[in-house]
């Protein structure tokens, strides 16, 4: 059984960190490029950062490039994004996903809450 369990979510101030964790299960994940998505209320779903199977390679929009920063760990099955400077507009549900081919499976997402 496939899952993707996201954690590390939660209410912090304008300009604080966190730290998002993904553990995956269930499917070769070392094999499986990796990605963070949010959506906000109201909003479409939108991609955050991309990495690539052996983590040599990452790819981030313009709107948080050089804030966030996506990582992996192939020997405990999991994917990273550390968020820091931290903006209201960056509320909202971020979701893990792993995708190749015609393969996708998804996290049931962590809530994050940038407010003062």
């Known amino acids: 059984q496939v899952q993707l369990v996201e954690s590390g979510g939660g209410l912090v101030q304008p300009g604080g960190s966190l730290r998002l964790s993904c553990a995956a299960s269930g499917f070769t994940f070392s094999t499986y490029p990796m990605s963070w998505y949010r959506q906000a209320p109201g909003k479409q779903r939108e991609l955050v950062a991309t990495?690539?199977?052996?983590?040599?390679?990452?790819n981030y929009p313009d709107s948080v490039k050089g804030r966030f920063t996506i990582s992996r760990d192939n020997a405990k099955n999991t994917v990273y994004l550390q968020m820091n400077m931290l903006k209201p507009e960056d509320t909202a549900v971020y979701y893990c996903?792993?995708?190749?081919?015609?393969?996708?499976?998804w996290g049931q997402g962590t809530q994050v809450t940038v407010s003062s």
């Open positions: 996903n792993a995708k190749r081919l015609a393969s996708a499976y």
């Open positions: 990495i690539t199977t052996s983590g040599s390679s990452t």
